[in-house]
């Protein structure tokens, strides 16, 4: 990192001359503090432990103030049950953005259960087999017998739809408190839509599985008008389509072929992409909100750090500092012109680069009214004994131990060494 801040000092005449041409755009909304309410979608469960969730990925690419409620288990009534928690009602009071996913796992729950019977049935893992091998393995010698669990997985799928939109709409009710937040819903994607090689399906096997997928875009597109009729209540709404985003795309982004509807870490990049560029947060590094961490951002850093070092306000506004902070010290420098530079470098290169932050115990100035660690120096009471003894005149009267030197007689004879 040292040698990073030194070889900017060549480079910072060319970047800053070239930094004076360039728009800096001003971000619309002032967003500190988001909230998140939802189920395992907004969670790191099916994840890996190197991989990150969407809220993570947000996290480390803003530096906001990001609580999130989400829990794995939850279900509509379990979010609209957060509205009356007091720490909850606390957050979303002070909350300048509020995010909503809850909804798919009350859809999927029921399939999954459905499905994990019948691939034991068969004795098979993996869910697309169930449409794509070679079934006279598991006993089925004809296509059409598949219809029969298609029938299973399609009742599966709705048997939630109506709690869902009734609680749905109850959480838009609540949101009517909380009118000073932006709010973020995010609509339900379909998992099943759809199975990697369904190409290559023979005719029967492609009906079979319509048979499930129609019903499930039947019921995940209603859920979703309610989504965005709750949108239409509140001035400052926006629905997230990840929907359409996943649409036909689903084997990529989410585990189903597991029977896990949660996004992999794919559907979490891509959530958290979708989110930065449809929300207007202020990316880490991307101070010209032009989607690149580049040279270009950096320039403008130490074009902003110029001017405050001159004794100037600097160029940026609120949200650019957020964003132009990278290591999160408070101060918009060279360091961290640095880093971006590191950053857009690792890009080019293909390679992943994180932010370092700054030690925070380091920028903190201690507390005078608190007590230190170092035991204060006292000056020693007067009146009590020390350790050393006192250093006093000896006493002429009395004999020493150290021997007297005296003049050596000159009528004694001296003895001379043998050669």
């Known amino acids: 990192m040292k040698n990073y801040v030194k070889s900017l000092a060549g480079l910072s005449a060319v970047i800053f001359t070239l930094s004076n041409s360039m728009f800096l755009p001003v971000h619309g909304e002032h967003v500190r503090n988001?909230?998140?309410?939802?189920?395992?979608?907004?969670?790191?469960?099916?994840?890996?432990?190197?991989?990150?969730?969407?809220?993570?990925?947000?996290?480390?690419?803003?530096?906001?103030?990001?609580?999130?409620?989400?829990?794995?288990?939850?279900?509509?009534?379990?979010?609209?049950?957060?509205?009356h928690q007091q720490d909850v009602q606390e957050a979303l009071n002070n909350a300048d953005m509020i995010i909503l996913a809850v909804g798919e796992h009350e859809v999927t729950d029921e399939f999954i259960e459905?499905?994990?019977?019948?691939?034991?049935?068969?004795?098979?893992?993996?869910?697309?087999?169930?449409?794509?091998?070679?079934?006279?393995?598991?006993?089925?010698?004809?296509?059409?017998?598949?219809?029969?669990?298609?029938?299973?997985?399609?009742t599966a799928i709705r048997k939630n739809q109506s709690s869902v939109e009734e609680n749905l709409q109850l959480i838009d009710t609540e949101l009517n408190a909380y009118t000073n937040a932006k709010i973020i819903w995010q609509n339900l994607y379909n998992p099943l839509d759809t199975i990697e090689n369904y190409d290559q399906l023979s005719a029967k096997r492609k009906l079979a599985y319509d048979s499930i997928l129609n019903p499930a875009k039947s019921t995940i597109s209603s859920i979703n008008e309610v989504i965005a009729e709750s949108a239409q209540h509140h001035e400052n709404c926006q629905?997230?389509?990840?929907?359409?985003?996943?649409?036909?795309?689903?084997?990529?982004?989410?585990?189903l072929s597991q029977l896990d509807a949660n996004p992999n870490a794919d559907g979490h990049a891509k959530i958290s992409e979708m989110m930065i560029s449809q929300a207007s947060l202020s990316r880490m590094g991307d101070v010209n909100a032009d989607n690149l961490i580049n040279a270009s951002d950096a320039a403008e850093v130490l074009q902003h750090a110029a001017s405050i070092g001159a004794g100037g306000e600097g160029i940026f506004n609120d949200d650019q500092k957020i964003g132009a902070d990278v290591n999160e010290d408070g101060i918009v420098n060279a360091v961290d012109a640095s880093q971006i530079l590191c950053y857009a470098a690792a890009a080019g290169a293909g390679v992943s680069y994180t932010f370092e932050k700054a030690d925070q115990s380091e920028l903190?100035?201690?507390?005078?009214?608190?007590?230190?660690?170092?035991?204060?120096?006292?000056?020693p009471d007067p009146t009590q004994p020390t350790d050393e003894p006192e250093l006093t005149d000896p006493d002429p009267t009395q004999p020493t131990s150290e021997a007297v030197l005296t003049d050596p007689d000159p009528n004694a004879p001296v003895e001379l060494p043998v050669i």
């Open 364 to 379: 903190i100035d201690p507390d005078p009214t608190q007590p230190t660690d170092e035991p204060e120096l006292a000056d």
């Open 239 to 255: 629905v997230l389509d990840v929907c359409s985003e996943f649409a036909g795309k689903s084997y990529l982004y989410t585990n």
């Open 114 to 154: 459905t499905a994990n019977g019948i691939l034991e049935t068969f004795g098979i893992t993996d869910f697309p087999d169930i449409f794509t091998a070679n079934l006279e393995d598991f006993g089925v010698t004809n296509e059409d017998q598949l219809i029969s669990y298609s029938n299973q997985l399609a």
């Open 34 to 83: 988001i909230v998140i309410l939802g189920d395992s979608v907004s969670t790191e469960q099916s994840l890996g432990s190197e991989e990150k969730s969407y809220v993570e990925c947000l996290e480390n690419y803003t530096n906001l103030n990001i609580q999130n409620f989400s829990q794995e288990n939850f279900m509509t009534a379990d979010v609209l049950e957060c509205f």
